[in-house]
T-cell receptor
């Protein structure tokens, strides 16, 4: 258990509304990541953070923004949700000094209607 | 650039028979390699990792993977499948070209175990 929680765990929202997902870690890790998982696509990186206020884009960042004002919290915002953003969202942290394995939160299932 | 290819999208075995899930990688650097497992409607769990200390890596639940540099492969094996092994398995390589600790994911192999 890497001490990662995600909230909410499930959410249904309407097209055009903003949505914020929260990732919280208890172990003070520097690197955090947001992924989405869709059938046939595996895991795709949305955004990541390498420290407080330090973030960068992943491969599917359009329509998403992130913020990290504290080490323990990494927020993902869908600025105006679309049906194509219906997905399962996972947060992860990176640990280790050389091998960089990642540990994951339980996921958030988001449905945009 | 690093990449990873899982050669089978679906594998079906009978309970008690061996499991082989194939993974090839491409890396300009000495890679770090991982296998993750995801049971239905569950999160992702690290199964094992290649640390360069040994080419044969043992993981949880009886799984092993062998790093073969000459073949650029990191296949996952288990001598005897159990019903509880039915899951999605992901082969992953670390992106060591930058300082971001990103992982590059294969598309996954769905393992079915038949009674």
């Amino acid at each position: 258990d890497a001490g990662i929680t995600q909230s909410p765990r499930h959410k249904v929202t309407e097209t055009g509304t903003p949505v914020t997902l929260r990732c919280h870690q208890t172990e003070n890790h520097r690197y955090m990541y947001w992924y989405r998982q869709d059938p046939g696509h595996g895991l795709r990186l949305i955004h990541y953070s390498y420290g407080v206020k330090d973030t960068d884009k992943g491969e599917v960042s359009d329509g998403y923004s992130v913020s990290r004002s504290k080490t323990e919290d990494f927020l993902l915002t869908l600025e105006s949700a679309t049906s194509s953003q219906t997905s399962v969202y996972f947060c992860a942290i990176s640990v280790g000094q050389t091998n960089y394995e990642q540990y994951f939160g339980p996921g958030t299932r988001l449905t945009v209607t | 650039a690093q990449s990873v290819t899982q050669l089978d999208s679906h594998v079906s075995v009978s309970e008690g028979t061996p499991v082989l899930l194939r993974c090839n990688y491409s890396s300009s650097y000495s890679p770090s390699l991982f296998w993750y497992v995801q049971h239905p409607n569950k999160g992702l769990q690290l199964l094992l990792k290649y640390t360069s200390a040994a080419t044969l890596v043992k993981g949880i639940n009886g799984f092993e993977a062998e790093f073969k540099k000459s073949e650029t492969s990191f296949h996952l094996t288990k001598p005897s499948a159990h019903m509880s092994d039915a899951a999605e398995y992901f082969c992953v390589v670390s992106d060591q070209g930058g300082n971001n600790r990103k992982l590059i994911w294969g598309l996954g192999t769905s393992l079915a175990v038949n009674p």
